[in-house]
């Protein structure tokens, strides 16, 4: 087996196993970056997370309001100088379930309990 294929053999894994860790915590891996960078670096728009993960705005939008309906993150009007701007940031209640979910899912993910 080449290289290559060896590395998408244990890629698919270790991204298979986050995403059942995720899965436990009713997020997807996707949802739980988009929720890890809004705890690490604070409120950002949507065109700031579409550079971050490098995708079109209008997906990272799509991305968000399923956040937005899980009552995960909120959708801020009006803190910049042109109201059609959105600050997205995280609930107070999903920064307190970020703080026990991240080191759960880290633990989880090492095998430890």
């Known amino acids: 087996m080449d ?3 060896q590395w998408y053999i244990e890629y698919r894994s270790v991204s298979s196993n986050l995403n059942a860790i995720c899965h436990k915590h009713d997020i997807s891996l996707e949802q739980f970056l988009y929720l890890e960078r809004l705890v ?3 409120t950002q728009s949507p ?3 579409a550079m971050v993960f490098k995708i079109s705005s209008p997906i990272v939008t799509r991305k968000l309001n399923v956040l ?3 009552k995960m993150i909120e959708k801020l009007r009006g803190e910049r100088q042109d ?6 940031t995280i ?3 999903e920064e307190h379930r970020q703080s026990t979910a991240v080191p759960t899912l880290g ?3 090492l095998g430890q309990q």
């Open 107 to 109: 633990r989880s993910f």
């Open 3 to 5: 290289y290559l294929s």
């Open 83 to 88: 109201q059609r701007l959105v600050n997205i």
């Open 91 to 93: 609930t107070e209640w």
């Open 68 to 70: 937005q309906d899980k």
């Open 47 to 49: 065109s700031e997370l």
């Open 40 to 42: 690490m670096e604070g």
